[in-house]
């Protein structure tokens, strides 16, 4: 009793023209046999490994990672008191007090 694999095509082949735009979804078992090539395509886009038929963990390149870290948005009202502290009390470093004068101009 084998699994049907017609339509399988190895990742390492699809990942030349592959968009940033594309969804990229693969089973565990498929993703554990190729865990190379599956790397690979999270560099490019975030992979979704699915068990059982659902999505289960996405795997991510750190550099896309800190991207959406860095995108992360709250509402102002969202904010905890010690943060809303944190931001009032802070300061600019005295090493980056010539920058002031690009936005001057």
Excluded: W
């Amino acid at each position: 009793m084998g699994r049907d694999t017609s339509s399988f095509q190895p990742v390492d082949r699809t990942i030349r023209g592959m968009s940033t735009e594309d969804r990229v979804s693969v089973c565990a078992v498929e993703f554990h046999r190729n865990v190379g090539s599956n790397q690979e395509v999270a560099l490019i886009k975030p992979l979704t490994i699915t068990k059982n038929g659902r999505e289960r963990t996405v795997l991510l390149s750190a550099q896309a990672r800190l991207k959406r870290r860095d995108r992360r948005v709250i509402a102002a009202g969202e904010l905890s008191e010690r943060q809303v502290d944190a931001i009032r009390d802070a300061r600019i470093p005295d090493r980056f007090a010539d920058l002031d004068k690009e936005i001057k101009d």
